[in-house]
């Protein structure tokens, strides 16, 4: 008798954790190239963190017109209000400390995933 309540209880757990993994909703994806301009803030200064960086280059995207090969348009970080929001979402979501290095250094192609969750939005990045 365990077994089988144990079994039902493992089985309702398993759907469970399915329909809340299912509550996250992809809302937007697009590829980008870190090149040496999303390197540096409008001052000048150096970046030294990953979401600093995809920050710049998003920025540089839609304010200010600096475009590398490779970079796609997105309608979230449009928004200065959403490219502020990047460092949340970014600890919220998925980075490699390779993909963060590569990010950091530059002269990469990033793949970004953004995300409407349960617990706020998120970005998952990957260097390809």
């Not at 008798?1 to 809302?27: F, H, N, Q, T």
């Not at 280059?57 to 304010?63: E, G, I, L």
Request: aromatic fraction near 8%.
């Amino acid at each position: 008798m365990k077994k089988g309540l144990l079994a039902v209880a493992a089985m309702v757990c398993g759907l469970l954790s399915a329909e809340i993994a299912r509550a996250d909703e992809l809302i937007e994806q697009y590829n980008a190239y870190i090149g040496e301009d999303d390197l540096y803030n409008s001052n000048g200064g150096r970046l030294t963190q990953p979401w600093q960086v995809i920050r710049q280059d998003r920025a540089n995207y839609h304010r200010f017109n600096i475009r590398q090969r490779g970079d796609q348009g997105d309608d979230f970080f449009a928004s200065a209000r959403n490219r502020d929001l990047a460092e949340r979402m970014i600890s919220r979501g998925t980075i490699t400390r390779q993909a963060a290095r590569a990010l950091l250094n530059g002269d990469c192609n990033i793949h970004v995933e953004i995300y409407r969750g349960g617990n706020g939005d998120y970005i998952d990045v990957t260097v390809y």
